[in-house]
């Protein structure tokens, strides 16, 4: 059984930083692509960054590349969002997830091919 716990969240003002993580517990993710994701009410999750596990590739959103950066500690299990910059459009609750295997090459951060989900922690970016 995979476990997900993420953290980092909060408020802060447009410009500022956070870092968000997400603690694997039951599986290793070297053997998972990782994948950060995002929703805002009454809108569908969208897929901000993700990960595969065996050759670094990375797939950002539009909306997030060169704001946002996913990172992967093996030794400690742990996945990372930074994200810098941050605009009141990036507020949301995240979610971090797992899927075994390789990212698909057609939709590689699609939330429906990602089996583990955590709770999900708030962003709010508000002046």
């Known amino acids: 059984q995979v476990q997900l716990v993420e953290s980092g969240g909060g408020s802060v003002q447009p410009g500022g930083s956070l870092r968000l993580s997400c603690a694997s517990s039951g599986r290793s993710l070297s053997d998972y692509a990782i994948g950060w994701f995002r929703q805002v009410p009454d809108k569908e999750r969208e897929g901000v960054s993700c990960q595969s596990p065996y050759d670094g590739r990375t797939v950002y959103a539009e909306s997030i590349e060169g704001r946002f950066t996913i990172s992967v500690d093996i030794a400690k299990n742990t996945a990372y969002l930074q994200m810098n910059n941050l605009e009141p459009g990036d507020t949301a609750i995240y979610y971090c997830?797992?899927?075994?295997?390789?990212?698909?090459?057609?939709?590689?951060?699609?939330?429906?091919?990602?089996?583990?989900w955590g709770q999900g922690t708030q962003v709010t970016v508000s002046s």
């Open positions: 997830a797992l899927h075994k295997g390789d990212l698909s090459q057609r939709e590689p951060c699609y939330p429906g091919r990602f089996n583990w």
